[in-house]
């Protein structure tokens, strides 16, 4: 088990109201288990990172257990540094797991046991039909999908061989949903799927069924994609519990779908969607979790920013929209701003240097120890909106790193017909100056900007740029304070130099 973040960020969590609930809201004896199942095929997903949050919180609201569960059973497409991924995600917005993780490919009897239960019941059937036979059959069908052949045919169990479920073919199945409400599946829709492969091997649909009852799980939530299979789950639930024991079916949620700006569903290969680019990118986990709350759910108050702890007592299944939430990467990248000018200045260099020792960012320990760096962090604090900023403010500080950005240099200085002026004259007043501070490197470069009639904003631009690089950066003279005399007018010889 991992630890968790608490309201303050650090290790820990807090439960509340721990009392078990039944589908209506009510105080039961069935106690509240609740678990996320991601596969191992890719990175974390942001969609899964809010469905784990939903699920940690609601946990803990009531006392529960939240259980972690690798869905690792397609093994051509699973790679461990994702199963690691995942354990590094979870761990990172704070969603600490009471059980796990469970690996499906180490409980293959179980739904070899489960596999023989429906057989012996004959809940399912064997099936020899390969996908181009079917194909062919079906291909002047109105509804494109499995047929039946195989139905009535009593082939037995071997080789070579699916089973298929006989899926009731009069009649709905109705799914009980907190969030949706009653959604009801004509049976005569779905198609006799298979539950186990022409291999022996029982597929996701039996596996997570057969889990799920194992585990106890009360409680599935998780992302709207997977609506249309639970019919078949609800199915294959009855059909165990006619042949063997009788488990109450859990109750379902099926969270809102997430959408990008153009209204469609967020993808991997279109948007940024893996949870591991945000830390990467210097993403606080606080923000993180703030943000993703909000995907399909609002306080109560309508607050915007609350703590994991606040989370855990407010947070509500039945309050959750079901219409698709918006993931606006601008938006989370204004919270995560918010979340990053609230810290301490301490605070904020502990998070710089974690960030750069994730990273491999080569400024390090070298700048981040520093006394220049305590003089520039509340300077960089006040307009980085991610870590990943933070080097582009202070690179200017070393020289071996220093490189005047050309499309810069072009406009402040190489279509500037005064800049020469204003550099050299600058540069007699710096060099002249007794006390090299930012209110007389101010002053200097305010004399200088009045001789030539402009305003010290304009006046500044040929300076910023060659002194730090570019346009665009920490306010200007605090930095000259910084980087001192001797290199502050060597880099204006330079620019001085090029101009001729």
Not at 171 to 197: C, M, P, Q
Not at 439 to 456: G, I, N, P, T
């Amino acid at each position: 088990m991992r630890a968790g973040l608490s309201e303050t960020g650090h290790l820990g969590h807090r439960r509340v109201n721990a009392q078990p609930i039944d589908d209506t809201g009510n105080e039961s004896p069935r106690r509240v288990r609740v678990r996320i199942a991601p596969s191992p095929t890719g990175y974390f997903h942001v969609g899964g990172a809010r469905t784990a949050l939903y699920n940690w919180a609601f946990a803990r609201q009531h006392g529960g257990d939240f259980i972690l569960r690798i869905e690792d059973t397609d093994a051509e497409r699973n790679r461990e540094e994702w199963v690691d991924g995942i354990l590094d995600a979870l761990s990172w917005i704070g969603t600490d797991w009471d059980e796990g993780p469970y690996r499906q490919s180490e409980r293959g009897a179980l739904y070899q046991a489960a596999v023989d239960q429906l057989s012996s019941a004959r809940a399912v059937y064997a099936c020899d039909c390969t996908r181009e036979m079917v194909l062919e059959r079906t291909k002047g069908d109105p509804t494109p999908g499995y047929d039946g052949f195989c139905r009535d045919r009593g082939l037995e169990r071997g080789p070579g061989r699916a089973l298929r479920f006989a899926v009731p073919k009069d009649g709905v199945t109705v799914v009980h949903d907190l969030i949706r409400g009653d959604v009801e599946f004509a049976n005569s829709t779905i198609d006799d799927f298979v539950v186990a492969k022409s291999n022996g091997d029982a597929l996701f649909v039996l596996a997570v069924v057969v889990d799920d009852r194992d585990m106890a799980i009360s409680h599935v939530i998780r992302a709207e994609e997977h609506l249309p299979t639970t019919p078949k789950a609800v199915m294959l639930w009855e059909a165990l519990n006619s042949g063997g024991e009788t488990i109450d079916l859990p109750v379902f949620a099926h969270l809102p779908v997430l959408v990008n700006e153009q209204r469609q569903k967020i993808s991997k290969r279109r948007d940024r969607v893996a949870l591991e680019d945000y830390e990467a990118l210097g993403y606080l986990p606080e923000a993180m979790d703030n943000y993703l709350a909000l995907l399909g759910w609002s306080a109560p108050g309508g607050e915007e920013f609350f703590t994991l702890a606040d989370l855990v007592r407010d947070f509500a299944l039945e309050n959750v929209n079901h219409s698709p939430a918006f993931f606006d990467d601008k938006r989370l990248l204004h919270f995560n701003g918010v979340y990053l000018r609230s810290l301490t200045l301490e605070d904020f260099t502990d998070r710089v240097r974690q960030w750069a020792a994730r990273t491999g960012d080569p400024l390090g320990e070298e700048l981040y120890s520093s006394p220049t760096w305590q003089s520039l962090a509340p300077l960089v604090q006040e307009r980085v909106a991610v870590l990943s900023e933070v080097p582009s403010y202070v690179e200017f500080i070393f020289g071996s790193r220093f490189e005047v950005d050309e499309a810069s240099y072009d406009k402040a200085i190489g279509r500037d017909e005064l800049a020469g002026k204003i550099l050299s004259e600058s540069r007699k007043l710096f060099a002249e100056l007794n006390l090299w501070d930012a209110a007389s490197l101010k002053e200097q470069l305010e004399a200088v900007a009045a001789q030539h009639d402009r305003k010290l904003g304009k006046a500044q631009a040929p300076v910023r740029v060659a002194t730090l690089g570019r346009s665009v950066g920490l306010p200007l003279f605090e930095s000259l304070e910084v980087l001192g005399r001797d290199e502050t007018l060597e880099r204006i010889d330079a620019a001085l130099a090029r101009l001729g």
